[in-house]
């Protein structure tokens, strides 16, 4: 009987270990994390913010999933180290555990900033379930303003959740635009205007300087631009890395992420790895880069598990493809969605009425991004395009894609 181990319990390791389970009826798979909560949907936690996601819709599976499937769940558990000469990991406290087939599925972890006076209680980052859990214990006891650190796709859908417990927030970014270099400066406008709309007050090109607490609780900060705001929470949303720092002195190549093949496989012998903390090729720039969202991870880990197990079909590719709601617009990005080189084609719809902005990028004949703003339609087509490198022209684009709309059409 084989022995599959999974570090990390995210959608990457749990879609692994039933993807092993649908080839290996007899093999013993376990999932280690250090969460005290069994899987659940990360990218509800937003919405369980807001009030719309209940404690029933979290989990990724009833409880009962995991004895039906057989797969053991080991909570509360760290793992500090491998040891892939002895096919083993190591947890805290020492415990040895050998593999037969082991996957790294670790995700990432928020990133911070030291700013001078953040050692107090209310300067918070959201990761987990728990995390979530604090974040509404603090709106339902104070009506004080929320600061949100970071106007990335987290800090906005973040900064909904928290308006929608009827707190004003105060969002900061340092960049010119929102979700830069994502967005463009149009699509961050119309962004910009709908949180208005919704009592999100955005800040850009402002930076927290230095933050004052009370009592060991943040009180205040102060910005770059001069600006004293008061606050009794702050949620930091500035990004995320690979959490791979329990690699170091394994062997496991890494370089942003974990390094992998077509196949899932790191640089050692029966060790994979899938989701956030992985860096995979980009079939469109030709380069390896770490792409962190759902949809990626719990399509790694599927096709990670079956290769585990003996099976697999060969994976194509990680591109950016994030699907977004930002206070009632809808926004899909695929691929590249600024030009990266000359020679790429721009055709940009909209339609300002209705707040719709749709631009595709082109480049030698083939689809190579989308930036899709107030309508997605389309999109999974357009995703499958840019993977499979499919030949098309700026006049099958602008009728398939863009019709409606007033396009403007420029070269990069
Ligand atoms: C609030 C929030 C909202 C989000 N919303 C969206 C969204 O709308 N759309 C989208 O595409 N993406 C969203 N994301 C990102 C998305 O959740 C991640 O891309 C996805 O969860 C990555 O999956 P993963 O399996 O690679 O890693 P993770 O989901 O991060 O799971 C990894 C697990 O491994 C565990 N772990 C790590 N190291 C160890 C160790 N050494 N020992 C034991 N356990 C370990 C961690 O505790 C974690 O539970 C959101 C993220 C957050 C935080």
């Known amino acids: 009987m084989k022995r599959y181990v999974i570090i990390g319990g995210g959608p990457a390791g749990i879609n692994a270990a039933s993807a092993i389970r649908a080839r290996d009826p007899d093999g013993e798979i376990l ?31 009833p409880q009962s999933y995991y004895e039906e499937q057989r797969i053991i769940l080991r909570l509360r558990t760290v793992v500090t180290r491998l040891l892939p000469e002895e096919r083993s990991i190591e947890l805290a406290g020492g415990e040895r555990v050998p593999y037969d087939s082991l996957l790294l599925a670790p995700g990432s972890l928020p990133l911070t900033v030291p700013w001078p006076g953040s050692q107090v209680s209310g300067v918070m980052t959201i990761r987990t379930w728990d995390d979530a859990r604090r974040v509404i214990r603090h709106v339902t006891e104070s009506s004080r303003t929320v600061l949100v650190v970071g106007g ?40 910009r ?39 009794a929470l702050v949620v930091v949303a500035i990004g995320v890395r690979p959490d791979i720092e329990f690699l170091r002195g394994s062997g496991v190549r890494t370089d942003r992420g974990i390094f992998i093949d077509h196949e899932f496989r790191t640089n050692i012998r029966d060790i ?43 994976y194509r590719g990680v591109i950016l493809s994030n699907t977004e709601s930002f206070c009632g617009t809808r926004v899909s990005v695929l691929g590249h969605t600024r030009p990266a080189s000359d020679g790429t084609l721009v055709l940009a719809g909209l339609d300002q009425a209705k707040g719709i902005y749709r631009k595709l990028l082109l480049q030698q004949d083939k689809l190579v991004g989308a930036l899709l703003v107030g309508n ?32 403007e059409e420029k070269n990069a």
Not at 288 to 295: A, K, L, M, S, Y
Request: net charge negative; no cysteine.
């Open 376 to 407: 997605t339609s389309g999109e999974g087509m357009m995703r499958k395009w840019i993977l499979e490198g499919k030949p098309t022209s700026s006049a099958e684009l602008k009728s398939k894609f863009l019709t409606g709309l007033v396009v």
């Open 152 to 191: 990335g796709v987290l800090g906005l859908i973040l900064a909904e959740g928290i308006r929608q417990r009827g707190r004003p927030v105060v969002l900061l970014e340092r960049e010119p635009g929102l979700w830069a270099p994502v967005l463009d400066e149009l699509a961050s406008d119309l962004i």
């Open 193 to 231: 205007a709908r949180l208005g709309q919704a009592g999100i007050q955005p800040f850009l090109r402002e930076e927290v300087t230095e933050v004052f607490g009370e009592g060991g609780r943040v009180a205040a900060v102060r910005t770059t631009a001069g600006q004293r705001i008061e606050t």
């Open 31 to 61: 999932v280690f994390d250090r969460d005290q909560d069994p899987p659940y949907y990360r990218t509800e936690l937003d919405t369980y913010i807001g009030g719309s996601t209940s404690d029933a819709d979290l989990p990724l599976h």
């Open 272 to 314: 994979f790895a899938a989701g956030d903390a992985v860096q995979g090729y980009d079939p469109i720039s030709g380069q390896f880069r770490v792409v962190t969202n759902w949809n990626n991870a719990a399509e790694q880990g599927k096709l990670a598990g079956a290769f585990m197990a003996g099976g697999g079909e060969a």
